[in-house]
């Protein structure tokens, strides 16, 4: 496998458009191009499927959601005018490859960091202005208080035991939801908050929409917050202005014309992005292998029925595939065989990561339920076969397939990595360098074309691809017969989430 070290962005745009134009063209020796040889074609095999799973037709989907982002104030966010757009284009293209497609609204509210943050020390001694990020859903406010370091990580009232109110609250992450922190905050008379990683980095955490949070919460890192405990008479300021205002969206859901509609393999992934930047990476990347496997699976009869979804308002808290689950009835929600999320699969230096459906690292809260084991060998299998290596990622429920889990319903998936920091050990598996974030444009305006692996992003894709298939006709371990011998009818494998499992930005994200 080639290694990828982090270029500059004008060097790795180069790189990337170089690598569409020789896949979008026809080789020297005058043989077809993969999308002349693919129009019409049925891909009912992997090797034929995945012949048609090209860069340039995922790069073809990146393109327009960052021509349309750059269109619109340079984001694709729930509720904005690049959401609506992005969302009428993968309509169009769903649309045109046969698929009946439903556009399902909901209500939501969106948040917005209006900037102007402050942390800083003002006593004792000079002035110190610190790197932070404002916690997401945090109130509006700008104080000037004494700290009061929490006990504990925060979690229960006992921890603020001694608290003296109108004080900033100090809380390191961990153990329980920020929603429970800080309400625990506020009522021991906290006007402020900081909230301070457990491991390296920085939290970018989420409060509740729900949750009505008044005072500012900001977060640190786990060196800045150490030493901000140990700073004895520390009197901080911290400021926040945001804005919380309901909002509408949607999901897009598109349902197959062939297969067993009483066992329905789902596959989707999150098409807005953050106010920052135009979410090429998160979601576009997944978003786009999503669209394209959808186009070439299109005139494929497969054994179970396909639907594919691109969601809304993930980025505020997972809210559109919650919205999705928890509005259908009973009996169609039995229906749903399975979930396959793609959620960031093409970033800048990348790892390749699969979905702990068992738990078999023990990172997790707890296995997903049961049936998520086999996706995970579905995955293992495509990478192993191709001498990829890859590694688990926590199944805690961080993206869209959070609420299917949380329904007993398998699920699965892949990712290139997010916010965690590249390890030395890492590099030796896949290359890139060590001591960044895989994409450090995470949740950024810099999350844009030049902003991909194009390995990475072309390799996930045919995973994306592969998996889908193979799972639209093959559904061993994730399917029983019901033992009281119904033999044309199949339940569920029973479930019971973790208590704290929860999908990412919602309150139980730690």
């Not at 004080?167 to 008379?189: M, N, V």
Request: hydrophobic content about 40%; aromatic content about 8%.
């Amino acid at each position: 496998m080639a290694s990828y070290f982090i270029e500059p962005r004008v060097a790795r745009l180069a790189a990337l458009a170089a690598a569409v134009l020789l896949l979008a063209g026809c080789g020297g020796d005058g043989a077809i191009a993969p999308e002349t040889a693919c129009a019409g074609r049925v891909n009912d095999t992997e090797d034929k499927l995945l012949a048609c799973m090209t860069l340039d037709g995922v790069m073809s989907h990146l393109r327009e959601f960052d021509r349309i982002a750059r269109a619109n104030g340079g984001h694709r966010a729930s509720g904005s005018p690049g959401y609506e757009a992005s969302g009428a284009y993968a309509e169009r293209v769903l649309r045109d490859a046969g698929y009946a497609v439903t556009r399902s609204s909901f209500d939501f509210v969106r948040y917005e960091n209006l900037g102007a943050s402050v942390l800083r020390q003002v006593g004792p001694g000079a002035a110190v202005d610190f790197a932070h990020r404002v916690m997401d859903y945090s109130g509006s406010g700008d104080v000037s208080a004494a700290v009061g370091v929490v006990g504990g990580r925060g979690c229960r009232a006992d921890d603020f035991a001694g608290f003296p109110p109108a004080s900033i609250a100090l809380i390191e992450r961990g153990d329980c939801s920020f929603d429970q922190k800080i309400g625990l905050a506020e009522k021991a008379g906290a006007v402020g908050a900081v909230v301070y990683n457990n491991a390296e980095g920085m939290v970018h955490g989420a409060l509740s929409p729900r949750a009505g949070v008044d005072i500012p919460v900001l977060e640190a890192t786990q060196t800045l917050g150490r030493q901000l405990a140990a700073t004895p008479g520390l009197v901080l300021r911290v400021a926040a202005s945001t804005r919380r205002d309901p909002a509408t969206t949607f999901n897009l859901v598109a349902e197959g014309r062939s297969g067993d509609e009483n066992h329905v393999v789902m596959v989707g992934g999150h098409l807005d992005s953050v106010q920052a930047g135009p979410g090429i990476n998160d979601n576009g990347s997944g978003s786009a292998a999503v669209l394209e496997t959808a186009v070439q699976l299109a005139r494929t009869t497969t054994r179970y029925r396909l639907r594919f979804a691109l969601w809304g308002a993930e980025e505020e808290g997972v809210l559109g595939s919650a919205d999705y689950v928890g509005g259908l009835a009973p009996e169609a929600l039995a229906k749903i065989a399975m979930y396959l999320n793609f959620d960031m699969i093409g970033s800048p230096n990348p790892g390749y990561f699969i979905y702990d459906g068992d738990n078999s690292d023990g990172r997790s809260q707890g296995p997903g339920p049961a049936g998520s084991e086999v996706i995970e060998q579905t995955f293992e299998r495509f990478y192993a076969a191709r001498n990829t290596p890859f590694k688990g990622t926590p199944f805690d429920g961080r993206s869209d397939y959070g609420p299917f889990i949380e329904l007993g319903i398998p699920a699965g998936g892949i990712s290139s990595g997010v916010d965690e920091i590249k390890t030395e050990a890492d590099v030796a598996l896949w290359g890139g360098k060590a001591g960044i974030t895989f994409d450090p444009c995470y949740h950024a305006a810099c999350d844009d074309l030049a902003n991909l692996d194009p390995a990475a992003l072309e390799f996930n894709s045919k995973a994306v691809a592969a998996a889908t298939l193979h799972h639209a006709n093959d559904l061993r371990g994730i399917l029983r017969t019901d033992p009281q011998g119904g033999a044309a009818r199949t339940v569920r494998k029973g479930y019971t989430p973790p208590a704290d499992m929860r999908p990412r930005h919602l309150p139980a994200l730690r």
